[in-house]
Nanobody
């Protein structure tokens, strides 16, 4: 499975961005992670095929993960952005038979 992420960029604090990640095939769980410089990648949000979601406490109430199964696409709507949301964001998907796959990261920068 190949993944193509897009939507990163620069936003002001309090602003919004939407990330998208398209998978080349059908997948089960779709996740977003982020990574700060010199830190390990951390989990942000997950959505399973049926639509159930879960979020890291740091983004709960501000970020919304959604998916379009017909398009094999996952979205991350990020509202009320904070400077501490500045990171490289990665999408990750889990498949039934082929394991887990990572997309290339997309930079999100939030200015204060």
């Amino acid at each position: 499975v190949q993944l193509q992420a897009s939507g990163g960029g620069l936003a002001q604090a309090g602003g919004s961005l939407r990330l998208s990640c398209v998978a080349s095939g059908s997948v089960n769980a779709m996740l977003w992670y982020r990574q700060y410089p010199g830190k390990q990648r951390e989990w942000v949000a997950v959505i399973i095929r049926g639509g159930s979601t879960n979020y890291a406490d740091s983004v709960k109430g501000r970020f919304t993960i959604s998916r379009d199964n017909a398009k094999n696409t996952v979205y991350l709507r990020m509202n009320s952005l904070k400077p501490e949301d500045t990171a490289v964001y990665y999408c990750n998907v889990n498949t039934s038979n082929s394991g887990s796959f990572w997309g290339r990261g997309t930079q999100v920068t939030v200015s204060s």
